[in-house]
Structures are given as structure tokens and as C-alpha cells.
């Protein structure tokens, strides 16, 4: 047996959840990046900022 009590599926469930959520983001970063960097013209320094950004509205409506 573990050492440690199980905090139950909800929390499983949750960690899921999240980790699928950072997937999508960084899939959806991927497809993304080219275009936002062209049509916005993201110097390279300002990139990381920009998808800081976009990842912090995608958390904000999936927590909504």
C-alpha cells in the first residue's frame, strides 16, 4: 500500500485536465506562432511575452 492516502479521482481528474490544457496551449502555440509574429511584427524579443499572454487568456476562460 502507498504511504500516503489518496486525495481521490477528483484531483486526478483535475491534474488531467490541466496537463491537457498546456498541451492544447503549446499545440495551439505551434500552429499559431508564425502568424501572430508576421501579421502582429513581434520583434524576437518580445515573443515570449506575447504567448505569455495568449496562455494567460486561454487559463482565464478555462477556469471561467
Known amino acids: 500500500r502507498d504511504s500516503v492516502a489518496s486525495r481521490g479521482l477528483g484531483d486526478v481528474y483535475k491534474r488531467q485536465a490541466h496537463v491537457a490544457a498546456a498541451m492544447a496551449i503549446e499545440m495551439a502555440w505551434a500552429v499559431l506562432a508564425p502568424y501572430i509574429n508576421v501579421t502582429l511584427n513581434i ?9 505569455q499572454k495568449i496562455v494567460d487568456i486561454l487559463v482565464s476562460i478555462a477556469e471561467y
Open 43 to 51: 520583434e524576437p524579443n518580445e515573443v515570449d511575452t506575447v504567448k
